[in-house]
């Protein structure tokens, strides 16, 4: 496995974060994108029979834990945490889940071998270019693209960013818009949903996505995107495209 500066730096990162007992601080946040799960989580559940899917950058395998009762052919699960992925292995039996510790930016996989590769806040850790490229090669013809990424957009969310660099790796880089436009000249039908404005500012007033408040503030958020400024003060956005 040839690893660059930046893959060895990632490596490092996420072995320490996933040898801790703790998780990060900044977790508490992410009801504020609980929609974007759904949505995410939906659209497996939609498309995931019988299909050979690849979870790129597994982690622990959280998301596998989901998959696999929407009954794919396969999951396959890459992270370049060594740790990480030993600790996956310990979750699962299923001869359905394969475990493989692997470079994101150049994976040991054929060509068009995925009918869907999906990720959580994984593109951001890496070249956009070669992880794109990636993607493209190992995707079947007409193969999906699913992922939720931060925007690094918003001038308040960069600022605490700032402030607190150790809770993130050197390298990241959460997406702009640019960055979209090289996933629309290589994908089709592109589709970049944005979450996380008002269900940030106000996250200390609920507690769940079932929150009456939590689902006001949805819609409301939903209606801003329509606005293009307001896309600037997303938090999360989730990518849907195919492989031509």
Not at 67 to 74: G, R
Not at 165 to 180: A, G, I, M, N
Not at 211 to 238: C, G, N
Request: net charge positive.
């Amino acid at each position: 496995m040839n690893l660059t500066d930046q893959n060895l730096r990632e490596r490092e990162f996420h072995n320490k974060l996933q040898s801790k007992s703790k998780g990060r601080f900044e977790n508490i946040f992410y009801k504020a994108i609980l929609n974007a799960w759904d949505d995410f989580y939906n659209f497996l559940n939609t498309n995931a029979k019988n299909s050979e899917i690849l979870d790129y950058g597994c982690g622990v395998g959280p998301v596998i834990e989901k998959v696999i009762k929407f009954n794919p052919k396969k999951v396959t699960g890459i992270d370049i945490s060594n740790v990480s992925i030993s600790k996956a292995r310990e979750k699962f039996t299923n001869s359905k889940v394969e475990l493989i510790v692997d470079n994101c930016e150049n994976t040991s996989f054929s060509d068009n071998k995925f009918d869907i590769v999906y990720g959580l806040g994984i593109l951001h850790h890496l070249k956009i270019p070669k992880c794109i490229n990636e993607i493209l090669r190992i995707l079947k013809p007409n193969g999906t693209l699913l992922f939720i990424e931060p925007l690094g957009t918003n001038p308040l969310i960069n600022f605490y960013r700032l402030l607190t660099p150790s809770s993130r790796s050197k390298d990241e880089h959460p997406l702009v818009f640019k960055d979209f436009e090289m996933i629309r000249s290589n994908f089709k039908s592109v589709n970049i949903k944005y979450y996380g404005f008002l269900t940030l500012v106000f996250f200390p007033f609920y507690n769940s996505n079932n929150s009456r408040i939590f689902k006001s503030l949805v819609k409301l958020d939903q209606l801003l995107f329509k606005i293009k400024i307001f896309k600037y003060f997303a938090w999360s956005v989730l990518i849907t495209a195919k492989k031509n």
